[in-house]
């Protein structure tokens, strides 16, 4: 039995993973800590048993120090992130404060609590990072491996790249027991809708433009949500402390292919079920058009990654994993997900963050101001 400590667990990736850890491991301890920014929602962890979820800041020491005394904690799984590349490029400095000074934070306590104190107690601190560390990929490049150079293009993955690079330092330095993983571009419920898939799925519901950067000819490798959290398990389980792991969808698609899939998949939805035309009577579908017309273009993002790519043969190799769910059949159920939970994005969307969206790039995400 373990004790896990879950940093941003009200958000998409970390409230997957303590509903996924719940079920696989039902007699494990749990507390879940978020800030509850704008994108963390206390509701993402609803209906999922026996977490203490705590309000507050990664960057409170004593806070966290509380909690892993308190709990016995020997797990520290780290998604606690600002994690929007377009954020990061109009603000980036919370992004340096959370990511750079909030993983620093964690790691001090951590290493307080389980080295100093002298305990000898096994533990974990599994930090989840991101394949944008490696920069951009030309279309014939080789994917990213572990050993790929850091080139870090956004101040987003820049953040990202330094908050690695401290977890590897007190590794190497103060032998604390450390692994990181490095994952691609994830999709699934509960994900804030600024992000390409679920912006675009609401935009459609509403008949708003679906604003494609540049030429939408950039390739993302898509993982689905349960692969990445099954991945992190199988590190947390089997992984060399001290190592990094990347894990990949094997799903590299350009970013048209997606946004052509994701109106066609809207367009079949109508046609099957008439009450979404009586739910949604702005989209285009409604009216038997096609979703793809919403399509446009508009400037490219400042610096924009043409192409990331996972070759996860260390993974693989080392500890079985294997991405489950391919892009076509989870994108579908991903798309009935928000279909049958409007209140979760409607509610998102009709509150702050629509005025954030509308006062820095309305124009861009379509929104009508
Ligand atoms: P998200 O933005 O949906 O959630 C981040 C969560 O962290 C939110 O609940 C937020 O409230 C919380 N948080 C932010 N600052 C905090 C602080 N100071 N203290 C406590 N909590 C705080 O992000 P996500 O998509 O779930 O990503 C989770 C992690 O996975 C991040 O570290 C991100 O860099 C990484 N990642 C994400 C993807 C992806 O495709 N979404 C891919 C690769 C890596
Ligand atoms: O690769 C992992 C990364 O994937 C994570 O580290 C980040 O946290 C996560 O946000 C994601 O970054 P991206 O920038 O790739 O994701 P995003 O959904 O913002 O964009 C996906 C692609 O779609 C990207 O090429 C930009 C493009 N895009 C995005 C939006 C929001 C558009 O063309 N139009 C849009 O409106």
Redesign the pocket.
Known sequence: MANLLV????????ANFVRYWREQNPKDGIVA?????Y???AANLDGINQVDFIH????DQALVARLMADHRIDTLVH??????VDRSIKGPDVFIE?NVL?THALLKVARRHWLDSGSGQPHRFHH????EVYGTLGRDDPAFTETTPYAPNSPYAAS?AASDHLVRAYHYTYGLEVTTSN????YGPY??PE?LIPLFIANALHGRALPIYGDGQQVRDWLYVEDHCRGIEQVLRKGRVGECYNIGGGEELANLVVIDTLCAAIDKAFAHDPMLAARFPDSPAAEGKATASLKINVADRPGHDRRYAIDEKKIRDELGYAPAHGFADWFAQTLQWYLANESWWRSIMDGSYRSWIADNYGHRAGVAV
């Open positions: 940093t941003g667990a009200a958000g998409f990736i970390g800590l978020d800030a509850l920014t994108a963390g929602n507050g800041d990664i960057r998604f606690a992130a600002e994690s929007h959370t909030g989840v990072s991101t394949d990202k994952c691609s571009n994830n994900q804030f992000k």
